[in-house]
């Protein structure tokens, strides 16, 4: 399941914008003062909100009862919170990679690279490109075959 968040983070940017313009902006309920630390935590929470969603519908699409957090967001504890309560309401449990293995997908870019080479794959640099929202379910992988 795919999911984009360009738009709410240029929304979150023009808001930031008008924090730095207007220190004196306040809730419109509480009357309190509203920080970029507020626009941040209102983010994450969001943001995270929306992928545990996302996760749910997927775990009951497919009938798992399980959950792997991988990824540099995948070291937020927060997001590991929020998955865990979801997967115990659903039955099911949630795993998180060591942090060692969170941080860079560069290293997991260059050994995919790396197999494919190893399997004959070969593209010239001329005709290389960059696929921003390229789907990893549509490539086929010959070294698993």
Not at 12 to 32: G, H, P
Not at 71 to 80: F, M
Not at 133 to 138: A, K
Request: charged share 25%.
């Amino acid at each position: 399941m795919d999911c984009s968040f360009s738009g709410i983070l240029a929304s979150v940017d023009i808001l930031a914008a008008d924090l730095k313009a207007d220190t004196d902006k306040a809730d419109l309920v509480s009357k309190e003062p509203i920080t970029t630390a507020d626009l941040c935590f209102s983010l994450q929470e969001t943001v995270f909100a929306m992928l545990v969603e996302i996760t749910e519908r997927a775990m009951a699409h497919v009938g798992s009862g399980q959950v792997l957090i991988v990824g540099g967001v995948g070291c937020n504890e927060r997001l590991q919170e929020m998955m865990g309560l979801m997967a115990q309401d659903r039955g099911g449990s949630v795993f998180a990679t060591d942090e060692r293995f969170c941080i860079d997908n560069g290293i997991m870019i260059a050994h995919a690279g790396l197999l494919a080479y190893r399997t004959g794959f070969r593209t010239s640099l001329e005709e290389s490109t960059c696929t921003q929202r390229f789907r990893t379910d549509e490539v086929h992988v010959r070294w698993r075959d």
